[in-house]
């Protein structure tokens, strides 16, 4: 019946039957909108009409502070405030003064209360408009962007009636451009949509050159700096839609501000429990970013919350990622600095009666719509002598848990804040049996470090309620957390427990195999971490998912590289070339460019002597058309060299394998310039080199539908070459792990770790943007 009653009210406001019924479902909604009809109805004593019913939903819809719904609520009844724009302009009034009593005088003036707009201002105003943009309106006629009219003429009168605008701009239109012709009511040509992956995925503008639009990805600190995320500035968290407000908040913002001087403050705050991916570097960037960009300080704060699966290596190398990132941390800081606090302040809020001891295990509270917990109104003095039992040891794991009183926005109901856990931690040892999680310690852990920006990826909105609430229940600092999209790439794997079946079932070496996407394994394949952080600013900080193609990561490699990396040469598949008339008695030194395309940034020496070595594949006996290197009756040119050879004889083993060539060499210069110049070593390092292709046949190795086998039935057997005997030149011989170079013609290589003293291993980085198989 209650249900029936509210139904025939709300459709009495001017909702039709669809959306009242759909406002029902929400009991938070449907009773601040009852609550609001009702004593609207009460203040003007008759039916409510549509145009106030509409602003009633409106309120009801939006307002995040219950104690101003009868404040507002007399202001829409007695018309006082009767447009959508004074409503928006009460609603951000009474978020950023959440302390009583308003001031009556200034609300008033910030809502356009009692200002009167004639029609005569939006008749002036809206000619002006039409006036500033008379030479592109009487050209496109009306095909124009009308919202432009309605835009300045809102911007001259702010309270003026859009209706009443639209209607004057409609009006003075008609009479500028006359009824509308056949070629008006054309539609307008659509632009050509550009790719997903250079719009949704990257932050971009757009300019002008040639007459063509040109898509120009901004920095990552143009992306984060100042105004270009609507962010609050510090200590404004209450301007910020959704937060909650107490009696307390305004107190404890002014004291956040004493502290911190009005600095921003992030945090990136990664559990220790394994090694951090191309994800993470994204998270990295943000964090660190947003700080750096708005002359802020980041914390590196480890969770180590879960003793049972951190290990001191995991802190190691998520320190070294972010320093190899070219991010230093202001401050390094761990959960545990802070497990006194949190304790005592876990204990203050059973005391608040907004926590309990439970003994539901683990299983009963899984699913959906897990049973309510019997425990849930115990006695305070009883949770308390429990919580503390806890805390001495007494009961086992998994026997008792802490939980606090709330229903995150997932609907899950009283997240547990404490568990048993009797591993030693790596830092506190026996110190502690009892942990925090994440939704207790996360928030507390912010409010703590006075962080004014918590920056999470988007699974966490549904944790956001609770990271408000608890601060609230405690009445401690509330900092703002803000969500973005995760970043993912199509080919991978990156979660901790797939990474250790790959391990287990030798598919990989380790964490940090250069075929997968960890940043140690990045590292060890030669990517900068600049393109990285290039690849980060290119898919923009945006809130939606992104998957993204492995070659969008590559290009930003090759084009970090291609400055960076001095060139070499070596050769995979060797073949011996003697030249028989080799112009010296002993080899030449010839001077090689280590950036053909800038010899500013110097030489290297080679030797060059009467044997030498090219790529198999760069002869041939019998070629095909179009074929430009080394056959009969085609010489080619040695690169750097200034000579050109053409093939005398062919040398072949008894199962008729071609051995070796025999050439004669004369000076470029001297004749007919050849098709084409190939790369050579001569005295050559014997190196062993990796070629990396990617690790999974499919793009979504995880998902059924794409690979029913499983991720494990998706490898490439052709993820890995080994070159053990390929020759480079000499020039590399002192290099060290991590050195990378442009093998020419091969692509880009860095040295592996694996190397030793006069063995030296490459890793394939990638490949050169030219297929290296071209003629």
């Given at each position: 019946m209650a249900a029936l009653?509210?139904?025939?009210?709300?459709?009495?406001?001017?909702?039709?039957?669809?959306?009242?019924?759909?406002?029902?479902?929400?009991?938070?909604?449907?009773?601040?909108?009852?609550?609001?009809a009702t004593q609207a109805q009460q203040t003007l004593g008759s039916s409510i009409d549509k145009a106030t019913g509409t602003l009633l939903y409106g309120l009801a819809s939006r307002l995040r502070d219950p104690r101003r719904l009868s404040f507002l609520v007399s202001y829409i009844a007695s018309r006082k405030i009767h447009t959508e724009t004074q409503l928006s302009a009460a609603l951000e009034y009474v978020r950023s003064h959440p302390l009583d009593p308003i001031n009556t005088e200034d609300f008033e003036q910030e809502c356009g209360v009692g200002v009167v707009v004639t029609p005569e201002q939006i008749e002036e105003a809206v000619e002006a408009a039409i006036n500033r943009h008379r030479a592109k309106l009487l050209v496109e006629r009306y095909h124009f962007n009308m919202g432009l009219l309605m835009g300045d003429a809102r911007a001259a009168l702010k309270w003026a009636d859009g209706k009443m605008i639209k209607h004057e701009v409609d009006m003075q239109v008609l009479h500028l451009l006359g009824p509308k012709t056949e070629t008006d009511l054309e539609k307008k040509p659509k632009m050509a949509k550009a790719r997903p992956e250079e719009t949704d995925q990257r932050t971009a503008k757009d300019v002008v050159e040639n007459g063509e639009a040109v898509v120009q990805t901004l920095s990552l600190m143009e992306q984060l700096r100042g105004e270009a995320l609507k962010f609050h500035k510090p200590g404004e968290n209450y301007k910020t839609p959704g937060y909650v407000t107490t009696p307390h908040t305004m107190d404890l913002l002014k004291q956040h501000l004493e502290i911190t001087g009005g600095q921003v403050r992030t945090r990136f705050p990664p559990e220790p429990n394994g090694i951090l991916h191309i994800g993470h570097a994204k998270a990295i960037n943000f964090n660190f970013g947003y700080a750096k960009a708005n002359n802020g300080i980041c914390f590196l704060r480890f969770d180590d919350t879960n003793p049972e699966k951190e290990e001191a290596k995991f802190f190691t190398a998520i320190y070294d990622m972010v320093a190899w990132l070219g991010y230093t941390p202001y401050k390094v800081t761990y959960a545990s600095d802070y497990f006194d606090q949190l304790y005592a302040w876990a204990v203050e809020l059973i005391r608040r009666g907004q926590a309990y001891v439970c003994h539901q295990r683990g299983e009963e509270l899984k699913g959906h719509n897990p049973l309510p917990s019997p425990w849930r109104d115990r006695p305070t003095e009883e949770s308390l002598l429990l919580f503390e039992a806890m805390r001495k040891g007494k009961f086992a794991e998994g026997e008792a848990t802490l939980r606090m009183k709330l229903v995150m926005e997932d609907g899950k109901m009283d997240p547990v804040a404490y568990r048993v856990k009797y591993t030693p931690h790596h830092r506190t040892g026996d110190t502690w049996c009892i942990y925090p999680t994440y939704d207790y310690t996360h928030c507390l852990c912010d409010s703590i470090e006075h962080i004014t920006h918590s920056l999470c990826t988007k699974e966490f909105q549904a944790r956001r309620s609770s990271y408000f609430w608890l601060c609230n229940a405690l009445d401690v600092y509330c900092p703002v957390q803000w969500e973005y999209g995760r970043l993912n790439l199509h080919y991978a794997v990156v979660s901790k427990r797939k990474i250790l079946q790959l391990v287990a079932a030798g598919a990989v070496r380790d964490w940090d195999d250069p075929r997968l996407f960890t940043l140690t394994a990045l590292r060890r394949r030669g990517f900068p971490p600049e393109a990285i952080n290039n690849f980060c600013a290119r898919v923009g900080v945006t809130v939606a998912q992104t998957t993204m193609e492995p070659h969008l990561l590559e290009a930003c490699v090759r084009d970090v590289l291609n400055d960076t990396a001095p060139r070499a040469m070596a050769v995979l598949e060797p073949l011996q070339v003697v030249i028989t008339n080799f112009p010296a008695t002993k080899a030449l030194d010839i001077q090689v460019p280590n950036f053909p395309a800038d010899e500013t940034k110097g030489f290297h020496q080679v030797p060059f002597g009467s044997t030498v070595f090219i790529e198999r594949m760069d002869f041939k006996e019998e070629p095909e058309p179009g074929y430009k290197r080394l056959a009969w009756g085609q010489p080619v040119g040695l690169r750097h060299t200034g000579y050109v050879i053409e093939l005398q004889h062919v040398v072949k083993g008894p199962s008729g394998c071609v051995e070796s060539l025999k050439v004669t060499c004369r000076r470029a210069d001297a004749g007919e310039k050849p098709k084409a110049f190939i790369h050579w070593v001569s005295q050559p390092l014997t190196c062993e080199i990796r070629l990396y292709e990617r690790l999974f046949q499919h793009k979504n190795p995880e998902d059924p539908a794409e690979?029913?086998?499983?991720?494990?039935?998706?490898?490439?057997?052709?993820?890995?070459?080994?070159?053990?005997?390929?020759?480079?030149?000499?020039?590399?011989?002192?290099?060290?792990?991590?050195?990378?170079?442009?093998?020419?013609?091969?692509?880009?290589?860095?040295?592996?770790?694996?190397?030793?003293?006069?063995?030296?291993?490459?890793?394939?980085?990638?490949?050169?943007?030219?297929?290296?198989?071209?003629?």
């Open positions: 009653d509210s139904l025939s009210l709300f459709t009495g406001l001017g909702l039709s039957e669809h959306k009242a019924r759909e406002t029902l479902k929400n009991t938070v909604l449907s009773a601040q909108l009852r609550e609001a690979v029913p086998g499983g991720f494990l039935s998706d490898l490439n057997p052709a993820s890995l070459q080994v070159v053990e005997a390929a020759l480079v030149d000499c020039s590399v011989a002192l290099a060290k792990p991590f050195d990378k170079f442009q093998f020419e013609r091969l692509g880009y290589f860095s040295v592996d770790p694996d190397s030793n003293q006069g063995q030296l291993v490459f890793n394939r980085t990638v490949t050169l943007k030219e297929d290296p198989g071209k003629v």
